[in-house]
Structures are given as structure tokens and as C-alpha cells.
């Protein structure tokens, strides 16, 4: 099986320019499964997801494809870290309460992953993939921002990435669903910060590498003026997309 490897080569930067979820989502997913022993975290990246999972479950294996991510991965007790396919992996069968993929499940081979999902997760274990699209700060950065998703970026997403235009509504997702509450995910970020994650974005380093110099040059005289002051802590606010579903027994 391929291995659509897009976050390697910036895997420290992805690490440090990240938001945080809200933990009233774990609090929620951890409260739709029976049982707490093992919760599997895909397509860990930098390992956000699994940290916040061990708050709930006994134990977290979170697994990527990528050494890098891998090797950026925040360390925790109680989460075991393996480089390893989400399509197959060294995990056993029925041994998974809940498995999570964060902003990853667009990337995967979706029938030998969901045949995966199905053989180590439990009876009545649950799938949660969720993703998240542009984040709203104020609306003369957020047109910023668009143009540059949308103009500057044109042609460097890579393949699959239309599942996050479309929220994930289109997204292939053969299990018994779930409808969660809605979630935002927010934090206070400078300018500074926010070029820091647009760096960390897929087309950002494909357009670098192509054209051998950063698209953010672009953008990044709009952007300062639409942000004022660069030390300035702005609110950026993300809506959260989920599929969720529960394996029947």
C-alpha cells in the first residue's frame, strides 16, 4: 500500500504550529464506548491527539506512517508510539474501545483501512475522524487567507484534499453514524503564529519545493497590514467537521 507522505520533510514544523483540540471532544468520544483499556490514535502526526486521549483510556497506541512525525511526536506514559500504516498495523484484533483520526482519514486507502478499523476494533468500538477547514480570525485576514488557499496555492494540493473542501460530507464512511454536538476549536494566536501554520500546510512546502521560493511572500504584506500590530494576540476559531461511527459486532 502507498504511503502519501505530505508532513515528513516539516514534521518539526508541524509539531510546533498546530492548534489544540478542546477537550470537551475527548470527554465526549470517550463517553461513547463501554470500556477505557486501549484507544488507537491514526495518523498520529505530532501526537496531539493521543496526549489528550490518555487523559481517558489506560492506554493509547498511536501510529504514523512517517518516522519523522514519529520522531517529533510529544512523549506521555501512557502512549506507545509506532511507525506503522493505518492500513495494517502490529495491533491486536478486538482489542481497540475507540479509534481516532485527526485531519488524517483524506490520506489513508480507505477499504484496507476501514477492513483494519474493523478487525482490531471491538464489538460496538467507535471510529471518530473528524477535520477542520480555514480558521475565522476577522474578516479582512480571513480574505486573506482565502486568496492565499485559493489563488496563491492553486494546483499544489495534493490528491484527497477535496474531502476537506467538502467538510468530509463526501467522504466514503461505511459504519452505523453518529451525530456529535458541534465543537470549535480556538485558541489566541500573533502573526507570527499563523504564518507559522500556514507554513506547516502540505502546499505550502509542495509549491516551495516546485518553485524554490515560499508562497507566503505572497501574502505576507496583505496579511500584516490586515492584522495590525504583529504581537497582537487575535482569536482564531476553527469549526470541527466529524464522522463518527460505531462497529457493529
Known amino acids: 500500500m502507498s504511503f502519501k507522505d505530505h508532513f515528513s520533510k516539516q514534521a518539526r514544523l508541524y509539531a510546533e504550529h498546530r492548534p489544540t483540540y478542546p477537550e470537551a471532544v475527548f470527554d465526549y468520544l470517550a463517553g461513547l464506548v463501554p470500556a477505557r483499556d486501549l484507544a488507537w490514535d491514526s495518523g498520529t502526526g505530532n501526537g496531539q491527539v493521543a ?43 478486538d482489542s ?37 477547514h480555514l480558521p475565522s480570525i476577522a474578516l479582512s485576514i480571513d480574505d486573506v487567507l482565502q486568496k492565499y488557499y485559493q489563488v496563491t496555492l492553486a494546483g499544489y494540493w495534493p490528491e484527497g484534499f477535496h474531502y476537506l473542501d467538502e467538510r468530509y460530507h ?28 500556514l507554513a506547516s500546510w502540505s502546499a505550502t512546502q509542495r509549491f516551495l519545493a516546485s518553485q524554490g521560493r515560499n508562497p507566503l511572500d505572497e501574502i505576507l504584506p496583505e496579511l500584516r497590514d490586515a492584522w495590525g500590530d504583529e504581537d497582537q494576540s487575535r482569536l482564531v476559531k476553527w469549526p470541527l467537521y466529524f464522522r463518527i461511527g460505531r462497529i457493529s459486532a
Open 51 to 93: 496526549l489528550q486521549l490518555a487523559r481517558h483510556f489506560h492506554q493509547v497506541i498511536a501510529t504514523d506512517a512517517s518516522a519523522e512525525q514519529i520522531q517529533n511526536a510529544f512523549p506521555h506514559p501512557k502512549v506507545q508510539y509506532r511507525v506503522e500504516q493505518s492500513e495494517k498495523t502490529s495491533m491486536l484484533t
Open 96 to 132: 481497540v474501545d475507540l479509534i481516532t483520526v485527526g485531519v488524517a482519514l483524506h490520506w489513508f486507502d480507505f477499504q484496507p483501512f476501514y477492513a483494519e478499523v474493523r478487525r482490531v476494533g471491538k464489538p460496538g468500538a467507535v471510529l471518530a475522524a473528524w477535520t477542520y
Open 170 to 197: 463526501t467522504l466514503p464512511f461505511p459504519f452505523e453514524e453518529i451525530d456529535p454536538p458541534a465543537f470549535d476549536m480556538e485558541t489566541e494566536w500573533t502573526l507570527s503564529e499563523i504564518v507559522g501554520f
